[in-house]
């Protein structure tokens, strides 16, 4: 039990559970708990699962990124304009999207540890940096802020296909959380991130190379953040400056549900896995029980407040536990 209880996942998964267990009650007969419901809160909460993974590793080693909402809309207007506007093929500009997303992830970790300044300051300028250069770019080139993309059938087949009602959108999350929690629980890169978060300047005494750590993990984030405009635009069929922007706190919010703490130096993937999964419960159950949508935000709010009061509690409970 006490190992349970140290545990940075135990809260998230009690939370998940119960939320999973009240909308499952709340709405019988409603095709909440059916397979097209289920892949219905599951294709809300991989895209956000691709962003917030990375996201988490990042808030583990210290550190914020507020600028994935801009990068998820300026990787699709690369695709767009690419394919739409100057009839490019759809792969290199993929390319180029991904490529976007990872010069900004660099040029945020390398602002954040020349400076010295909060990630926090460093990202939210970035995020309207990036959001600026994304429409007024386009302005320029197509005198729109938003644009068809023409894609090939192999990029459909990668980024917009489906099995009944489940997005290819719930593999790329599946396969970004293995690879993130290989990473963080399996490698020597993690422990120098769960380092890197605990005490910065122990780290570095140690011989971990703290500003690589949070270099490389902002561009991951970027790219991963690129990814998700990638198929955000080509299962819409068009790009948008501001797609993404909901991302900006979304992402940490679930992270911290998740079992991530602000400080850093705590927190696991499976954790930031279960937070993304109530998240797109919550946002998904909420239709089904056929309340008025005007309280919907209320409701998240709550149940998001809740659900973190929940996991801090879980986690004092570890932390005194002998």
Known sequence: ????????????????????????????????????????????????????????????SGEFDLSIGSTVGAASMILALGTNQFGAPTWPMIGLALLAGAVIGLANGLAVVKTKLPSFIVTLATNFI??????????LIANVTSSSIFASDSAKLAFASR????????????????????VLAKSSFGNWIYATGGNEDAA??????????????????????????????????????????????????????????LTGGYGSVVGIVFGTALFGVISSGIFYTGWNTDWIQLFLGLLLAVAVLANNYVRRLALTAR
């Not at 990036?130 to 302005?139: C, D, E, K, N, Y």
């Open 1 to 60: 039990m006490t190992h349970l209880l140290r545990r940075p996942e135990t809260g998230a998964f009690a939370a998940f559970l119960l939320t999973y267990l009240f909308f499952a009650l709340a709405t019988p007969g409603t095709g909440f708990v059916s397979l097209n419901g289920t892949a219905g809160w599951l294709n809300l909460a991989a895209e956000l699962g691709i962003v917030a993974i990375p996201v988490g590793l990042l808030m583990i």
């Open 130 to 139: 990036v959001i600026g250069a994304t429409m007024g770019l386009s302005r």
């Open 163 to 182: 099995l009944g009602q489940a997005n290819i959108s719930i593999l790329w999350w599946a396969l970004v959380a293995y690879i993130g929690y290989r």
């Open 204 to 261: 570095r005494a140690a011989g971990v190379p703290v500003e690589r750590v949070k270099i490389m993990l902002f561009v991951a984030t970027g790219v991963c953040a690129a990814l998700v405009g990638i198929l955000q635009g080509i299962q819409w069929n068009s790009g948008n400056a501001t797609y993404g922007m909901g991302y900006v706190f979304q992402a940490p919010i679930v992270v911290v549900i998740g079992g991530v703490l």
